[in-house]
């Protein structure tokens, strides 16, 4: 037999766990902040080459090996070196740090930069902050939740390292987190529902 919330709340008379259910339904909102990629054109490039051809780029080859060339659309800023190695950093999502490094191919390619094959794209770490809507009681969460690191006087935030996914989540007593680590959008959403179901689960949300 299927009950509705509303038949669920009167069989259920504890105020708690109402509290909880509610808790469970509620809705938060997670945002992708960033999308650190790296990808690989399996091919030396020529750094000098591509300051000539693109003069808006930064080469200090004295102070870095690489170059950072910055894309507007989508807003991101690729670090190329000379093994053909790239590093994209800014991205939104994980779909805009991929076009980002095709934009990038597509226009070196245009500037007279030969790039003979198809760049290998891998995902290295999304990062995303959420709010749950419910303030936790830290100190609470710290003694509840294996771990985890709090130290108020050194740091506002608890950082809990969850196992499965493999992630780092800074939460603080507002309620506000930071998700770090995930490799894919799909573990950050994972690993923030995890977390709010385990501290209601706990009783670690007021």
């Not at 109402?18 to 790296?38: C, D, G, K, M, P």
């Not at 490039?45 to 780029?57: E, K, Y």
């Not at 709090?150 to 809990?160: K, M, N, R, T, V």
Request: glycine share 6%.
């Amino acid at each position: 037999m299927i009950y509705t919330f509303a038949e669920l709340t009167t069989i259920f008379k504890d105020d708690n766990w109402l509290h909880r259910v509610q808790l469970f339904t509620s809705q938060f909102e997670i945002n992708i902040e960033n999308v650190v990629a790296s990808a690989n054109l399996h091919q030396n490039i020529d750094l000098q080459s591509i300051a000539r051809a693109f003069p808006m780029v930064e080469y200090k080859p004295d102070q870095f090996p690489g170059l950072v060339y910055r894309l507007k659309k989508p807003n991101t800023a690729v670090l190329v070196f000379s093994t053909g190695k790239l590093i994209v950093a800014g991205a939104k999502s994980e779909n805009r740090a991929k076009r980002a490094v095709f934009k990038l191919v597509g226009e070196l390619r245009t500037g007279g930069i030969v790039i003979l094959g198809r760049p290998e794209v891998t995902i290295r770490n999304v990062v995303a902050s959420a709010d749950l809507g419910h303030r936790v009681d830290l100190e609470d969460a710290a003694t509840s939740l294996e771990g985890t690191i709090y130290e108020p006087d050194q740091f506002p935030g608890l950082i809990y390292r969850q196992k499965d996914p493999k992630v780092v989540i800074l939460v603080f007593a507002s309620g506000k987190l930071v998700c770090t680590g995930a490799s894919c959008e799909v573990d950050v959403d994972r690993a923030v529902t995890k977390l709010h179901e385990t501290l209601v689960m706990k009783g670690l949300v007021p």
